[in-house]
Each structure stands twice: as C-alpha cells, then as structure tokens.
C-alpha cells in the first residue's frame, strides 16, 4: 500500500510540475482549478485502491497508521480554497475522503458524514461539499435525508443550489410521484409508466461499453428475473 501511494503521489507531482512550468500562461483561477483537478483526481485514485484493500483484507487494522497519515495531509489542508470548490474531481475526493475517516474511527460512515463537512469545513467548499453529498442521493433514513437537505436550505448562499436542495425534497424523498416517463425499446414498441400501475419496477441504467454495467446485467437475465418471471415485478433496462 505505501508503494503504491508513493507512487502515485510522484506521478501527481510531475502533473504539478507541468502546471507550474506554464503557470504564466494561465490566469490565477485557472491555475489553482488545473491544480485542483488534478489533486482531486489522484486522491481519488488513492481512496478506491486503499478502500479496495480494506475490503479484501477486513479492515486490517495494521494499515490505519499508514491511511490516517494519508488523511492528515489531505483531509482538511491549504489546497482548500474557493476556487477548489469549483472543482467537481476535487470535491468528489474530499466527500470520500471524509468517509474514509469516520470508516477508520468506527463510525456509522454514511450518517456522520453530513455532520463531519457541516463541522469541519468553511465557507464556499463547505457548501459545495453538502451540495455533491446531498445531490449524490446517500443511502441514509428518508426522514435523515430530509433533515439534512432542510438544514442545508439555510446554509447555502447560492440562490441556483438552493433551488437544485428544494427541487431534490421534492423528488428524491420516498412517496413521492414518479415521472411519468414513456421509453421506447428496441423493437420500437413504446411503454409508459401508467403500463406498470400496481407493480414493483426495477430500473437498470447502463450502457454497453461498462464492463461490470455487463456482469450485472447477465447476473439480472440469469439469476434474478427468471425468480421473478411469475410476480408483479418489472425490470426495465
């Protein structure tokens, strides 16, 4: 694991270094953003091989010294600035980031997380952060995720994020109406909601070029519809 890490951070400095070697051809924005992105991606990179290894291995305890080091110098830091936030590859990694960290201290990662950015982080990156985090729809309570996206209403500044958190009350909450879609399928027979009234409707969004996209969806078509076949499920792909 440190091998790898260290690896990683040399090819992320060398990224760097081509930045800073053109940085006068580049506004102050647009270096700090290219600096940002490319920051963000690598700790992106870092955070699925660690959570990789954490998986295959149980959590081994005896990696955590080596991944809280990791934390200390990219959890909270310098590169944490306004221009950052503007940076979707960077505010992605700090949202894992902090999940990896409430993992390591044995807290309930997904709940805490909210709590953790409302706590540790400020200003312009604070709001981004609760905005991806609360778009990204987390696998918390319906009653916790309402709770949270009210209290983000009175956090954020931007008008246009205020809008996208009351919009997503309005459609991401359980119980409420579903879009009243209507798709056409291969053989260019159209089907529409209103078709399935009174069943259960699995959705699979996928495209052709995803490798694990096709290992699920051969899971689906060997192993899942066919126990299915004879109730009132539908899955629509």
Excluded at 95 to 110: A, D, F, G, P, Q
Excluded at 142 to 161: H, I, Q, R
Excluded at 199 to 219: M, N, R, S
Aim: glycine letters at 4%; a positive charge; hydrophobic letters at 40%.
């Amino acid at each position: 694991l440190k091998q790898s890490m260290n690896l990683s951070d040399s090819s992320a400095t060398k990224y760097l270094e081509i930045i800073d070697r053109n940085r006068e051809l580049m506004s102050r924005k647009i270096y700090l953003l290219h600096r940002a992105d490319i920051l963000g991606s690598f700790t992106n990179g870092k955070w699925f091989y660690i959570d990789a290894i954490l998986r295959k291995t149980n959590n081994r305890e005896e990696l955590y010294p080596l991944i809280r080091s990791f934390l200390k110098l990219n959890l909270i830091n310098s590169n944490d600035t306004e221009i950052s936030s503007l940076s979707e590859t960077y505010v992605s990694a700090k949202i894992r980031l902090v999940k990896l960290h409430l993992t390591l201290e044995n807290e309930n990662s997904t709940e805490k997380i909210y709590d953790y950015i409302k706590s540790n982080f400020t200003g312009k990156l604070r709001e981004k952060l609760i905005l991806h985090y609360l778009l990204g729809k987390p696998r918390i309570s319906p009653e916790l995720f309402s709770k949270n996206v009210n209290d983000a209403v009175t956090l954020l500044k931007e008008s246009k994020d205020i809008i996208w958190l009351k919009d997503l009350l309005k459609t991401a909450l359980r119980g409420t109406v579903a879009f009243h879609f209507k798709l056409t399928d291969s053989a260019g027979k159209i089907f529409r909601l209103a078709d399935f009234k009174g069943k259960t409707i699995v959705l699979d969004f996928w495209f052709t070029g995803c490798v694990p996209c096709l290992e699920l969806a051969e899971t689906l078509d060997h192993h899942v519809i066919p126990k299915f076949s004879d109730k009132e499920v539908v899955f629509i792909s």
